[in-house]
């Protein structure tokens, strides 16, 4: 709490506090939401996130007034980088967009409630564990979510598969049609070439309770990552059968890969 | 209305802080009996007390001299107070006792509190756990069994005997003035120990408030099960801060570090069982509970900490 008081003093600007102060977020009396999102916290991430987002990946994004101002929302992307760094390129983006500022929670791995410390921060930014009921709750209270419905098969995927959409769960659109929600999908690039990943270590990842271990650059490297927010897609239900839910995901699927091909045709290379 | 013609509740725990708090809301509109397991309670003169386990027969003779209409089940021998098997004996097979009395001399309404610790706390627990989420504390350990079973046996009796209209209610932390559960003996503490890089979101409601919610559940009787808790939440190492501890931190690794370290401490406050509560978050919604009884807190967190805050100022905690 002192840590948190000392480090939004030295950190969080003016114009950081008023950005944040605009997103309509409902918390309790000290800052927090049922999930353990903290206002303070999060503008304290997001003033460390700015020069990683706009110096270190120098993100550049299309699409964010396709974001509605309110209402319940389901942000579905390709997942791609080894570490979650996507996730916090959309939240960042959404945060400050100039159209409608959204604070957007992502979902995380089973593994990281169990971790020290990351845990309690990934929850006090907005991220929360990777749950149906967890999510439905959200959209109940008008949150905006960001799935990536390939996982840990899409994040940890080799070099070999860059780009390569992976199988989709299903439980995503399940959701959207119960909860009667719009989805946005998006197409991310660039981040792909931040950890190029030749092979995983299974074995000691097993060992280490990680879901993967991969053999990669020490850091993310500092590749020109695109965001493209395509326009909403409202799914109507009910959904009969796993094969009506598969189709309508891969009409989804369809449109996050276009989006992610238009953005790999008008980028220069990996850097620029 | 004469106090002849008041109709009689029975209230268990009768000594408790929560009790006493429920009493004096219905004492000017109900003849209140009360019964305790630790000792003959003192309250307004006239009010029919009585010192009695349930399991014991002497217990029946209270249903037979009185014409109970209502029991209010707040008697619950307390985590700390004992083995886990004399709390089985206690909570759960007195509970049984007194709803078979309760069956058995026509009583027609039943309020009966439960915990949100049946839930269980794990890393993978949702946030908002509605009434209709599995109940998995008996899987951390022995010590809780006795709060899940309660509550098993609770709904049995709930739809085997409609008739007694049986409310469960779930409570979040209860706080406050007189509370002496393990959460409020831990705020009350300078020191509060913590785990190192875990602190669990964690809600919190004043006794007066969960006394107005007991009230209110018995006067409007909607039989169910119910979570009671506000739409507030804090971290826990946010409220220990708040009610003026000093943070005692605590290794969180390796897993089996902090249970050995709790069972060294030996803390009424802290005990081994509920290590996992300090660690993963147990958030429950209480909406149900809310829309159907038109119910709101009135006590902020910030009243329930400033409690604790102001009694160390004073020395008094």
């Known amino acids: 709490m002192k840590i948190r008081s000392f480090l939004k003093r030295r950190l969080v600007s003016k114009e950081t506090e008023a950005v944040v102060d605009k997103i309509p977020k409902p918390v309790g009396s000290f800052g927090y939401d049922a999930w353990g999102f903290n206002t303070e916290a999060y503008k304290i991430g997001i003033s460390l996130f700015r020069p990683i987002y706009e110096k270190y990946f120098r993100v550049e994004v299309t699409g964010l007034e396709n974001i509605p101002e309110d209402g319940r929302l389901l942000l579905i992307a390709n997942h791609s980088g080894q570490l979650p760094i996507d996730g916090a390129l959309i939240g960042y983006a959404l945060a400050t967009s100039p159209h409608a500022p959204r604070a957007v929670r992502a979902m995380i791995e089973r593994f990281f409630p169990k971790a020290p410390f990351i845990g309690n921060i990934l929850n006090e930014v907005g991220a929360v564990l990777g749950d149906p009921v967890n999510c439905a709750k959200m959209l109940d209270r008008e949150e905006a979510i960001v799935v990536f419905p390939e996982g840990i098969r899409g994040s940890g995927k080799p070099w070999s598969q860059r780009y390569k959409l992976q199988r989709f769960g299903l439980g995503f659109m399940h959701l959207a049609v119960q909860t009667n929600t719009p989805i946005i999908p998006v197409g991310i690039v660039g981040c792909e070439e931040t950890m190029p990943t030749l092979f995983h270590l299974n074995g000691l990842a097993k060992l280490l309770g990680m879901p993967y271990l991969p053999v990669t650059s020490p850091i993310p490297l500092p590749a020109k990552v695109h965001l493209h927010f395509g326009k909403p897609m409202v799914f109507e239900g009910p959904i009969e059968t796993e094969d009506d839910a598969a189709i309508n995901v891969e009409r989804v699927k369809d449109e996050i890969n276009t989006l992610i091909q238009s953005g790999l045709e008008a980028r220069n290379g990996w850097f620029s | ?317």
Not at chain 2, 194 to 213: N, T
Not at chain 2, 280 to 303: A, H, M, Q
């Open chain 2, 1 to 317: 209305m004469s106090e002849v013609e008041k109709p009689e509740v029975l209230i268990t725990g009768a000594g408790g802080a929560l009790a006493q708090n429920v009493i004096n809301q219905l004492k000017e509109q109900y003849r209140v009996v009360l019964v305790d397991f630790r000792r003959r309670v003192q309250f307004d003169e006239g009010m029919s007390s009585y010192r009695v386990e349930y399991n014991k027969r002497g217990f029946e003779d209270i249903f037979r001299k009185h014409d109970i209409q209502a029991v209010i089940h707040l008697g619950r021998m307390g985590l700390y107070e004992s083995t886990h098997r004399n709390r089985y004996n206690h909570n759960v097979l007195g509970t049984q006792r007194l709803l078979d009395l309760c069956h058995k001399y026509d009583v027609h309404q039943v309020i009966v509190l439960s915990t949100f610790f049946v839930y269980g706390a794990s890393p993978y627990n949702s946030a908002l756990i509605s009434e209709d989420q599995p109940l998995k504390a008996s899987e951390l350990t022995m010590d809780l069994v006795d709060s899940v079973e309660l509550e098993n046996l609770a709904n049995i009796y709930l739809w085997k005997y409609p008739e007694l209209n049986i409310t469960i209610l779930r409570p979040c932390n209860i706080a406050g003035p007189g509370v002496l559960n393990s959460m409020s003996l831990l705020l009350s503490n300078s020191l509060a120990p913590v785990l190192i890089g875990f602190s669990p979101m964690m809600q919190f409601m004043h006794v007066e408030d969960i006394a107005s919610a007991i009230v209110v559940a018995f006067k409007e009787n909607h039989p169910g099960i119910y979570n009671v808790a506000s739409d507030d939440w804090i971290s826990y190492q946010e409220a220990v801060v708040q009610c003026g501890c000093t943070r005692l931190l605590i290794p969180s690794a390796p897993e089996g570090v902090p249970l050995r370290i709790s069972k060294m401490l030996g803390l009424k406050a802290w005990p081994s069982y509920l290590i996992n509560y300090y660690k993963y978050p147990v958030v429950i919604d209480g909406s149900l509970f809310n829309k159907t009884f038109n119910y709101k807190p009135k006590r902020s967190l910030d009243d329930i900490f400033s409690y604790y805050r102001e009694k160390k100022a004073l020395g008094i905690l």
